[in-house]
């Protein structure tokens, strides 16, 4: 075992260090050259059916089925130039990937031969066995139909040998499977929404489009060791592993050089990225040892998230290329910084306008205090919910842990905004609007320089923080779909959206001038959603504290979070922006659960069988070895000296003795623990069981084989350390 283990290690760094490669070859000149972009479909459609295409993605009307066959037929002819010869549905369902089955463009041509073939029937809509996927009991087995559709607004794309076409996955009862579908209504709610209020400061708007700008961390460990460890290959994290001497503690990690085989790794990453139209424009290191972070400039959401989606898959595939394994687990190592994804959020329009972004005018000022004032309420009147869109077994190991937002929802504003929204709710409105001569109305709200979008004024500890023209969700974890959150935010936001208007509404229907009215309503929200606030220190337990006698949601387990899903204001607010149905709810909720309880119990099941099988057997036999010299000592010396020198020896033994007592024992007991949560029916209350019975053993037993592997021979130990998994030589 151990020889095996020296092995891989050897290989590992024998790699030799070659430098980065640098094209001549300009990115400008490759950008987006392997996705079906507008400028693409300009060369290989009809003019008529480009003009209804671009209409379709830049309008979102419905698409004119009669042209299909067209697109099929020019999107195959521009694939086939590439070398292209299969064709996929590509779709995001409720795992933790994305899917996809290819097949050929090959057809019989009925004269003995076969051509290249791809209808516009196949490019709408295709069905692959919806009940393969998790959909929380909407479709069974003996009626698996559910379908793909075509989403335009995502372009196709070339990856390797496949025409890769963006599609939603729903049943064919109607009810969303994925992650697409929901993100695209809530995209239209909050556009609906968002139009009516911009409406009230800006009538010539046309739409409003939701952009996300993702940060994506993760890290890279040395494939060879990466194999070595059953834990990372099964689960995505390490199960045990004592903290290496040195970690982070110096803090020389964090924008530090990069090195070079990962500069390497990173360069093809961004070309391969660049020819697929994805915008990666920052790299560098993060705080953890062997932790780094690439984030594109943003875009349209619904585009920028299938761009980080086919980012991940990009990461997975070419990190092997270089030797390495990506690890996107939120915590793939105790002990030291885990991973997560910004998302930075905000909403913008068609004539240029980020509604998140405070203006140089009085009135643009009050427009982007009206938008915040919205996305304040949506978070006070939904943290748990918006809590549950990023929970996951995964992420339930980064939050709280003092390098990431704890589990409770709160927004920092930081000082400007913060004294903005105090001038509004304590000043009278006479103060703030006062008669101007001829021009009516005029608010004197206070300014907010230009330059807030500085570092000084950021505060790294909140979940939800307002950083210059944009919101920053951080609670999202590394490995998720940022559609499961987005749907969530762009929803509760809609909703607040449209009650905002009917109350601005109602005042002026009363006779109220505009502008005080619209004041009135972001004073009364601001007031009522004062509790979300909070600029301090999201790390520290007074804030906890200071939480709970808010009343804001402080639960700390993800089976009880995901309850959210179900409460009756959920249901509401969902069916009043349209975006998921109660049964949609339901069934995400199961799916959530479920995939909760077989994460935690296949950790269960790998740390019992590691334990077992590879650290009890090596911890024993370097126990018999010092047992063993114990005995031999005994002929050689006085009994004093031998009582002496064998001491520490005897009391090693002791310890073996202890701890390997401890894990068997405990892994008996964790073993029986998920028997008894086994036999539980209700997935929600089995999902809780395995929270709170069974997970805590993973912990118990980590600590015991943690300290063995500081005691046991190093040349024994039957799996890479921390030491050697953390420091990319
Ligand atoms: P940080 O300093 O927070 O690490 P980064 O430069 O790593 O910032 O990432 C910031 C991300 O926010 C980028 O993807 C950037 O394009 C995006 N972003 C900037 N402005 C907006 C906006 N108005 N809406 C959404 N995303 C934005
Ligand atoms: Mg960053």
Known sequence: MSKLRFKVVDTAFKKKAVDVPNSKERPSEYFGSYVFNKEKMYKYLPSNVYDKIVDAIENGHPLDRTIADEVAYGMRKWAMELGVTHYTHWFAPLTEGTAEKHDAFLEYNGKGGV????????????????????????????????????????????????????????????????????????????????????????????????????????????????????????????????????????????????????????????????????????????????????????????????????????????????????????????????????????????????????????????????????????????????????????????????????????????????????????????????????????????????????????????????????????????????????????????????????????????????????????????????????DGNGYGDEWIEEAKKRGLDCENSTPLMYDNLLKQTTVDMFAKVGVLSQKELEARAEVHWETYTKKIQIEARVLGDLAMNHIIPVATEYQSKLIDNVYKMKGLFSQEKYEKMSAQNLELIEKIACHTAYIQEHVTAMVDARKVANKIDSIREKAIAYHDVVLPFLDKIRRHTDKLELIVDDQMWPLPKYRELLFIR
Not at 235 to 243: D, Q, V, W
Not at 358 to 380: V, W
Not at 462 to 474: D, I, L, M
Not at 502 to 530: H, N, P, Q
Request: contains cysteine; hydrophobic residues 40%.
């Open 115 to 534: 051509i290249e073939k791809f209808s516009g029937k196949l490019l709408i809509q295709q069905e692959p066995d919806a009940s393969s996927f998790p959909n929380g009991g909407i479709r069974n087995t003996f009626e698996a139909r559910g379908y793909t559709a075509w989403d335009p607004s995502s372009p196709a794309f070339v990856i390797d040998d496949t025409l890769c076409v963006p599609t939603i996955f729903i049943a064919y009862t109607g009810e969303s499977l994925d992650y697409k579908a929901p993100l695209l209504k809530s995209i239209t709610a909050v556009n609906n929404a968002a139009l009516d209020v911009v409406h009230y400061f800006n009538p010539d708007v046309k739409k409003v489009s939701t952009f996300l700008g993702w940060e994506q961390e993760y890290f890279l460990v040395d494939e060879g060791l990466y194999a070595a460890r059953p834990d990372l290959l099964l689960t995505g994290r390490t199960l045990m592993g004592h903290e290496s001497s040195k970690n982070q503690q110096l803090d020389d990690h964090y924008f530090g050089n990069i090195p070079t085989r990962v500069a390497m790794f990173m360069k093809e990453l961004e070309v391969e990225a660049w020819k697929l139209a994805i915008p990666a424009k920052t790299r560098h290191n993060e705080v953890a040892p062997n932790q780094f972070e690439l984030a594109p400039i943003y875009g349209e959401a619904n585009l920028s998230n299938d761009q980080n989606l086919i980012m991940m898959s990009l990461m997975r595939k070419i990190s092997r290329r270089h030797g390495f394994r990506v690890l996107l687990h939120e915590k793939p190592f105790a002990g030291i910084n885990g991973s997560g994804k910004h998302n930075n959020w905000s909403l913008g329009t068609d004539t240029g306008i980020i509604l998140m972004a405070p203006g140089k005018t009085a009135e643009e000022n009050l427009r982007f205090i009206t938008f915040t004032a919205c996305t304040l309420m949506a978070l006070h009147k939904y943290d748990g919910l918006l809590k549950a869109s990023i929970a996951s077994a995964s992420n339930e190991h980064r939050l709280g842990a003092n390098e990431a937002p704890p589990a409770i929802i709160s927004s920092f504003l930081g000082k400007q905004v913060s004294s903005l929204c105090d001038h509004i709710i304590n000043s009278e409105n006479e103060d703030i609007i006062a008669m101007d001569g001829k021009q009516g109305l005029k608010l004197t709200i206070p300014n907010i320089p230009e330059l807030l979008i500085d570092n000084t004024d950021r505060n790294r500890t909140s979940p939800f923080a307002f950083t210059g023209n944009r919101f920053e969700f951080r609670a999202v974890g590394s490995l998720a779909n940022c559609g499961g959150a987005l749907s969530v935010l762009n929803s509760t936001v809609a909703e607040q959206l449209i009650d905002f208007k009917a109350k601005v509404d109602a005042r002026i229907a009363k006779g109220e001038a505009k502008l005080t009215a619209i004041l009135e309503v972001v004073r009364e929200f601001l007031i009522e959603s004062k509790n979300i606030h909070f």
